[in-house]
C-alpha cells in the first residue's frame, strides 16, 4: 500500500525503517544504504533517506540514488523534539525510510554515554537496527560481535545482520552456524572491491565524480544477497503522524545559494527555513556564473573550493560582483568553503590562487584536520546579538595572516574546548562553522531580516520570481 493511502484518517498506515549500523567505520555503512535506496526504488517504492550525524557528502550520495532529498538527524545538534519532527516530515510520503548511521554503532560525542550516536537516534525515533557486519577476516567470531552488540543497550533492538564482504557461501555458511537464528541474518554480500567509492580528505568523492554505474551495481548487489522482502517485514513499525505543513510566505527578499562542484555543503533545514522565513533562493556558480542579479542577500556553503581553485580563481565577473555587492552593505555569509572563497587567497601545492579578498587573510592547505561539534554564541554581527546555535567543524585548511582579525563567535566543543570564531566584515560574516539552523530557528530569520533591511535601503525592487541561473544543479 503506498504511503499515501489509508483506510482510516485516524489511523497511518505503518511502514518500513531501515536503520543502518555497523560496528565501526568501513564495514560498509553506505555502500549497504546506497545499495538498499536503489533495490527499493526498483521496487517503485517512495524511499526517504536519511544520514545520522554532521555530514554532507554521504547524504549528496543518498540524494542521488533515491531521487529525494537525504536529511541528517543529529542527537547533538538538534533537539530530541526537531528530530521527531522532521523524521515525521519527510517520511509523511515514503514508503520506506533507509537512515545511514554515523561510525559504530554506539560512537557519538563522548565516551560515558550514545549521544550523537546512530543507537541513540534509533532509539529516540523507536526504529529497528540492521547491522552490517564487514565479515572479510572472521568466521565464528562474527557470532560473538553480533551477539555483542545485540545485548550491550537492552533498550536497543537489533532486527538483522547484513555480512559484508564474505569470500564465499561455505564462509557465509560458518556464520549462519556460529550465530544459530539468534539473530537474523538478512543477507551476505560477497567482495566486490571493483564498485567501491573512491576517498579523499573530507570523505567520499562527489556524486558527479563516481562511476556512472556504481549505484545501480550497488542496488544489483542488495537484490542479488539481501532477502528485501524480510528486511521490510522486520522493519516494519508505525508510521508517525506528521507535524502540521507551515506555508511558504510569499518572498520578500532574494538569496543568492552558491551552488555547483565546488560549493555543495548545506543542511536542507537551512535552506528550507530561509525559504519559510521569507527568502527566495536563487542558485548560480562561482566557478562558471556571473552573480545574479537584484540579490539581497548571499549564501556560500562549505565544499571543496581547493578543487576547482584556479577556475574559481578565474571568474574575476563574480568576485568583483560579491565585491562590490559587499562593499555596498549587502549581507553575506559564508561556511567554510564559503569562507576560503571571500578570503584574499587560497595557497595550495605551492601556488596561490587570489579570491574574492573581502576578507583580510587568506588560507592554506592542508592543514592539520580540525573536527568537532560545537556550539556557538553570536555575540554580534549578521545574526545580531547573543544567539546561541549548534553546528560542527571539519576542514583540513587553515588561516594565514589573520593575527589582527576580531571574532564575532564564542565556540564551545562538545568536549568544552573553547575559543573564538567568526569573522565579520561590514555585513559580511564568515566561519569555519557549519550551522545547522534547525538548532535555533531564528538564524534563518535574522538572517532574512538582514537581507530585508539591505533591500529597503536600496530601494525596494519588486520580486517577481526567480532570474535564469546557469550551473550545475
Known amino acids: 500500500m503506498s504511503a499515501q493511502e489509508s483506510s482510516s484518517p485516524d489511523r497511518l498506515p505503518p511502514f518500513s525503517a531501515i536503520v543502518v549500523g555497523a560496528p565501526h567505520s568501513g564495514a560498509g555503512k553506505t555502500s549497504v544504504t546506497l545499495g538498499l535506496i536503489g533495490a527499493l526504488a526498483r521496487r517503485r517504492l517512495a524511499v526517504q533517506p536519511f544520514k545520522v550525524g554532521p555530514d554532507f557528502i554521504d547524504p549528496l550520495h543518498h540524494t542521488k540514488a533515491a531521487g529525494r532529498a537525504s536529511r541528517n538527524l543529529d542527537g547533538w545538534m538538534l533537539s530530541r523534539q526537531t528530530n521527531l519532527e522532521s523524521f515525521a516530515h519527510a517520511t509523511a510520503d515514503a514508503d ?16 560515558g554515554s550514545d549521544r550523537g550516536s546512530t543507537a541513540e537516534m534509533a532509539k529516540l525515533l523507536g526504529l529497528p537496527v540492521v547491522l552490517v557486519i564487514d565479515a572479510s577476516a572472521m568466521a565464528r567470531s562474527a557470532a560473538a560481535l553480533i551477539y555483542g552488540f545485540a545485548r550491550f ?19 557465509t555458511e560458518m556464520i549462519h552456524q556460529a550465530v544459530a537464528g539468534d539473530v537474523p541474518i538478512i543477507g551476505a554480500i560477497p567482495r566486490a572491491p571493483d564498485i567501491r567509492v573512491p576517498e579523499r580528505h573530507l570523505g567520499l568523492h562527489l556524486p558527479h565524480e563516481a562511476r556512472r554505474d556504481y549505484a545501480g551495481r550497488l542496488a544489483t548487489l542488495i537484490d542479488e544477497h539481501v532477502d528485501i522482502d524480510r528486511l521490510l517485514d522486520v522493519t516494519r513499525t508505525q508510521r508517525p503522524a506528521p507535524p502540521p505543513v507551515a506555508g511558504v510566505p510569499a518572498p520578500i527578499v532574494r538569496i543568492g545559494i552558491a551552488r555547483d562542484e565546488a560549493f555543495c555543503f548545506y543542511y536542507a533545514e537551512n535552506l528550507e527555513l530561509l525559504e519559510q522565513a521569507g527568502a527566495e533562493l536563487v542558485e548560480f556558480s562561482p566557478i562558471a556564473d556571473p552573480l545574479p542579479d537584484d540579490l539581497d542577500g548571499i549564501y556560500i556553503g562549505g565544499g ?14 563574480a568576485k568583483q560582483a560579491i565585491r562590490d555587492f559587499a562593499a555596498a552593505g549587502g549581507p553575506v555569509y559564508a561556511e567554510c568553503g564559503g569562507l576560503m572563497y571571500l578570503a584574499e587567497g587560497l595557497q595550495l601545492d605551492g601556488a596561490n590562487y587570489p579570491l574574492c579578498g573581502i576578507l583580510h587573510f587568506s588560507t592554506r592547505m592542508p592543514a592539520p584536520l580540525k573536527l568537532s561539534y560545537v556550539e556557538v554564541c553570536a555575540e554580534d554581527g549578521l545574526f545580531g546579538p547573543v544567539r546561541s546555535a549548534r553546528g560542527h567543524l571539519f576542514h583540513h585548511s587553515e588561516l594565514v595572516g589573520s593575527a589582527a582579525v576580531d571574532y564575532c563567535y564564542r565556540v564551545t566543543t562538545s568536549r568544552g574546548d573553547q575559543s573564538g570564531e567568526g569573522y565579520q566584515a561590514g555585513n559580511v560574516l564568515a566561519s569555519y562553522v557549519h550551522l545547522n539552523f534547525a538548532s535555533a530557528p531564528g538564524l534563518a530569520a535574522a538572517l532574512v531580516a538582514r537581507c530585508s533591511d539591505f533591500r529597503t535601503a536600496a530601494g525596494d525592487r519588486s520580486l517577481t520570481g526567480p532570474s535564469p541561473t546557469a550551473g550545475p544543479r
Do not use: K, R, T, W
Open 96 to 111: 520506506v525510510a533507509v537512515i545511514e548511521g554515523v561510525m559504530g554503532l554506539f560512537d557519538g560525542s563522548e565516551g
Open 153 to 171: 543497550d537492552p533498550e536497543l533492538h537489533i532486527a538483522g545482520v547484513i555480512l559484508n564482504n564474505v569470500g564465499s557461501e561455505a564462509h
Open 304 to 317: 571543496y573550493p581547493e578543487l576547482h581553485a584556479a577556475e574559481l580563481a578565474a571568474n574575476e565577473q
